[in-house]
C-alpha cells in the first residue's frame, strides 16, 4: 500500500475514535444565517413565537412559582420533565443528578448523536422559604428566579413549539435540558454530571447554555473559580493569662495581608479575594480557632493554578512566621484548607464555528455582538474542548440573584429577542 494511503487511512481512524465534532457550516457562516433568518420556514417559527407568547409567559410565571433553591430542585425539575413530554421529545428523562431531558432527532443522526445540547438551568440563588410569587407591574413581571432562569426554561419550550409548527428539521440531534447546580454551591453539578458520568457523556459536539434574558451577549470565555475555607486553630487561652503564647488570628491576618500583597495579571484577568470570616470564643479569650474563605478565579486554567499555588504557600508561610513569633508552650497554629467551590476555566475561540454562528444570528436579528466573560454551565464543555457558549433567552431583565429580581415581557422586542438563540440553534445544528 503506498504510504500517502496508509497516512490517509491512519487520518481517518483516529477522527472516528475522536471526541465527537459538529461539521463545519458553510463557508460563509455569516451569509448562511442571514439566508436561514430570511427563509420561509424560518419565519414562520418566529410566528409561532409571537402567537405562543401568552403561553410562554404562563410557562414562565409557572416555572418561578415552584420554588428551587440549591439542591432541592426536584420539584420544579419534575414539572419541566412533564413538559418536555408534552412537546413530543423522545427518551425524555431524569439523570442521577436530577437534570431532566429530552432529545429532538435529527434526519441524519436520529437519535444517535453527536448532540447539540440547549440547556438551561432549574435551580436559584434563593433559600428555602423564599416568597417566588411572580408580581406584575405593567410590562414587568418581578420575583426571585424569574429571569435567571425560568425565562430561559420557557424559551426552551417555545423554539420546540415553534420548529414543529413550521416543520423545520435538523439535521443533527437536538439534546434539550434543564440542569441543576448552576448556582453559588452548585458548583455546575449538573452539566458536571452530564458530560462526565450522564448518558450522553462522550456524544455532545455542541452545547448552548441559556442564562438569563440579553440576546446580544455571547459568552464565549469561562471564568474558572477556586474556593477555599481555610480554618486556622492554636491552643487558645485567656486573653490577659496566657497572653504570648500564638493566636490564630494572627496567623490568619498576615495571609490575608500577604495575599494582598501579590500582583495578578490584568489579562488573563485574575483576581482574589478574603470574602468571609468568624470564629473565636469571646472578647477575652485567645481563640483557639477561626476561618477565612477565599475566592480566586482567572480566565486562564493556568493563572488560576499558579494563584492557587501562591495561596497555598502564602497560608504556609504566615502559620509558620507566627510559630517563630510567640510561644508554643501549649501547641502550635495550623491550619486546614478545604475546597468549597471549583469552577473549570475555558474558552471558545472566536473564529469557532458556534461563535461565529451566533454572532452571525445576533447580527442577523438586528443586535450587535458583545463578546463576554463569565462563569455559567458552559465552563465545563469549554474545559473540555467542546464548543460552547452562553446566550440570553431575548428581553430585558434586571437584579439577577436579587428579591425584586425582574423581567421585561414588552412583546416585541422579547420575540425580536428570542429568534436570536432560535437561528444560532439551527445554524449548528443544520437545517434540511
Do not use: C
Amino acid at each position: 500500500m503506498p504510504l500517502r494511503h496508509a497516512v490517509s487511512l491512519l487520518a481517518l481512524a483516529v477522527a472516528l475514535t475522536a471526541a465527537p465534532a459538529i461539521a463545519a457550516p458553510k463557508a460563509d457562516p455569516a451569509k448562511a444565517v442571514s439566508r436561514l433568518v430570511a427563509s420561509p420556514a424560518f419565519k414562520k417559527a418566529a410566528e409561532k413565537l409571537d402567537a405562543d407568547y401568552d403561553r410562554t409567559v404562563a410557562d414562565i410565571v409557572a416555572l418561578t412559582e415552584i420554588p428551587a433553591p440549591p439542591f432541592k430542585e426536584e420539584a420544579r425539575a419534575k414539572a419541566y420533565l412533564a413538559m418536555l413530554k408534552a412537546h413530543g421529545l423522545t427518551n425524555v428523562e431524569m439523570d442521577a443528578e436530577g437534570n431532566v431531558m429530552g432529545v429532538r432527532p435529527g434526519t441524519q443522526t436520529k437519535g444517535a448523536g453527536p448532540f447539540v445540547v440547549i440547556a438551561a438551568h432549574l435551580d436559584t440563588v434563593f433559600p428555602e422559604g423564599t416568597d417566588v410569587k411572580v408580581r406584575r407591574e405593567g410590562t414587568r413581571l418581578m420575583a426571585p428566579g424569574i429571569g435567571d432562569d425560568s425565562r430561559s426554561l420557557a424559551t426552551l419550550l417555545a423554539y420546540l413549539r415553534a420548529m414543529d409548527a413550521a416543520g423545520i428539521k435538523t439535521r443533527r440531534d437536538i439534546l434539550v435540558v434543564g440542569n441543576v447546580g448552576e448556582e453559588g454551591p452548585g458548583d455546575l453539578r449538573g452539566i458536571r454530571h452530564l458530560f462526565n458520568k450522564g448518558p450522553y457523556k462522550g456524544r455532545i459536539g455542541a452545547f448552548f447554555s441559556m442564562d438569563g434574558s440579553d440576546p446580544s451577549r455571547i459568552v464565549d470565555k469561562g471564568v474558572g473559580s477556586k474556593r477555599y475555607r481555610v480554618t486556622f486553630k492554636g491552643p487558645g487561652g485567656h486573653s490577659y493569662g496566657a497572653f504570648g503564647i500564638v493566636n490564630p488570628m494572627a496567623a490568619m491576618a498576615k495571609a490575608v495581608s500577604d495575599l494582598y500583597a501579590v500582583e495578578t495579571p490584568k489579562s488573563p484577568k485574575t483576581t482574589y479575594s478574603a470574602s468571609v470570616t468568624g470564629g473565636g470564643t469571646s472578647v477575652n479569650s485567645i481563640p483557639n480557632s477561626v476561618f477565612m474563605e477565599f475566592d480566586m478565579r482567572s480566565e486562564s486554567a493556568a493563572e488560576l493554578a499558579r494563584l492557587d499555588q501562591t495561596l497555598v504557600g502564602i497560608l504556609d508561610k504566615a502559620v509558620a512566621a507566627e510559630n517563630a513569633a510567640r510561644s508554643t508552650q501549649d501547641g502550635k497554629v495550623s491550619y486546614e484548607a478545604k475546597v468549597i467551590g471549583e469552577r473549570p476555566a475555558g474558552q471558545t475561540p472566536q473564529t469557532a464555528d458556534i461563535v461565529v454562528a451566533t454572532a452571525a444570528a445576533i447580527t442577523a436579528l438586528g443586535f450587535k455582538p458583545e463578546h463576554e466573560d463569565s462563569s455559567t454551565d458552559s465552563n465545563v464543555p469549554m474545559s473540555l474542548g467542546i464548543p460552547a457558549v452562553t446566550i440570553g433567552a431575548g428581553g430585558k431583565g434586571g437584579r439577577a440573584h436579587a428579591l425584586d429580581e425582574w423581567i421585561d415581557i414588552e412583546k416585541g422586542e422579547a420575540v425580536k429577542g428570542m429568534q436570536v438563540g432560535l437561528a444560532a440553534l439551527l445554524a449548528v445544528a443544520g437545517t434540511d
